[in-house]
């Protein structure tokens, strides 16, 4: 885990920082791979509208991603958003253009999202879809537009992110109802959560191909290194509260600058 990248040495802020990606390591098999899918299907079984969704303009550019991933991963994949997201194991979204042209969200498997659900997002644009995280779209909203309209097939783009959590389960869908972070609680009983994101075009349909891996990291063992330390430190202290709202820290900020300083 890069670290540096993930906590840069300076004050919190919302940075459009991308590195190339290469989709057949990403789509790789890890060894978690059994538990992990086991716990996609498990969920995709139980509720699978909460988690696959693929509305009729999105057929095409889901064929296409199928075929791709095929290629990435070496091994059969059904064509079925239900089955598929039980047999890989990154987190999915197809966005399309619409009629002018806009990147709108038309589909994907998403069953380990960070406490949202696809379904409160199909039709959105991403300037939409970001105007819950205060200020991202005044900071880096046009930049992320302007980055996946030049972005060229056969290239990927890769970023992370991050959150915390009180659990260390791999779904915070909204329906399971994950624990809030409230004061007191350890960092032995909070998870730092890693979103590995992946960009990248689909040559034929012209969607955009977005991945996501989610990582926990119990948050006592990545305070450990003294660098990470500080460099977190740095981060929850210069962060707005309004950020820090919307990330769930309110109640634990001054806990968290505490166990870090
Ligand atoms: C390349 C550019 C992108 C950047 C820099 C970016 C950045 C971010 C950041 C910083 C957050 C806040 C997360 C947090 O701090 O906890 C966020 C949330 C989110 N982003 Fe992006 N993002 C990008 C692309 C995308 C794309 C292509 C999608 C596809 C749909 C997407 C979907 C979302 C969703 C669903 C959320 C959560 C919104 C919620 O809480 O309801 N992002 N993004």
């Known amino acids: 885990m890069a670290w540096r990248d993930l906590f840069p040495d300076d004050d919190y802020g919302f940075r459009l920082t991308l590195r190339r990606g290469d989709p057949a390591e990403f789509f790789a098999p890890t060894t978690?791979?059994?538990?992990?899918?086991?716990?996609?299907?498990?969920?995709?079984?139980t509720a699978p509208r909460d988690y696959a969704i693929l509305t009729p303009s999105a057929v095409p550019a889901w064929s296409e991603y199928v075929e791709q991933a095929r290629s990435w991963v070496g091994s059969p994949l059904s064509d079925d958003p239900v089955a598929i997201g039980g047999q890989l194991e990154p987190d999915v979204v197809l966005l399309c253009r619409d009629a002018a042209?806009?990147?709108?969200?038309?589909?994907?498997?998403?069953?380990?999202?960070?406490?949202?659900?696809?379904?409160?997002?199909?039709?959105?644009?991403?300037?939409?879809?970001?105007?819950?995280?205060?200020?991202?779209?005044?900071?880096?909203?046009?930049?992320?537009?302007?980055?996946?309209?030049?972005?060229?097939?056969?290239?990927a783009a890769g970023r992370p992110n991050w959150g915390l959590a009180a659990t260390d389960a791999?779904?915070?869908?909204?329906?399971?109802?994950?624990?809030?972070?409230?004061?007191?609680?350890g960092t032995d009983r909070m998870w730092l959560r890693v979103e590995r994101q992946i960009l990248t075009p689909l040559p034929q349909t012209g969607a955009m191909l977005f991945g996501i891996r989610i990582e926990r990291h119990r948050l006592d063992h990545v305070l450990a290194d003294p660098d990470v330390r500080r460099?977190?430190?740095?981060?929850?202290?210069?962060?707005?509260?309004?950020?820090?709202?919307?990330?769930g820290l309110a109640d634990v900020a001054a806990d968290l600058l505490r166990a870090s300083s």
């Open 32 to 45: 978690a791979h059994g538990k992990i899918c086991d716990e996609r299907s498990r969920f995709l079984a």
């Open 101 to 155: 042209g806009v990147f709108r969200v038309a589909g994907g498997v998403v069953v380990f999202p960070s406490h949202w659900a696809l379904a409160d997002k199909i039709g959105l644009t991403l300037l939409e879809v970001h105007g819950v995280v205060p200020g991202l779209n005044d900071a880096i909203g046009p930049a992320i537009d302007r980055y996946l309209d030049k972005i060229k097939p056969g290239f």
């Open 231 to 247: 460099r977190f430190h740095r981060a929850i202290s210069t962060m707005p509260p309004a950020v820090s709202a919307y990330k």
């Open 170 to 185: 791999w779904n915070l869908h909204p329906t399971t109802n994950p624990p809030p972070l409230k004061t007191g609680l």
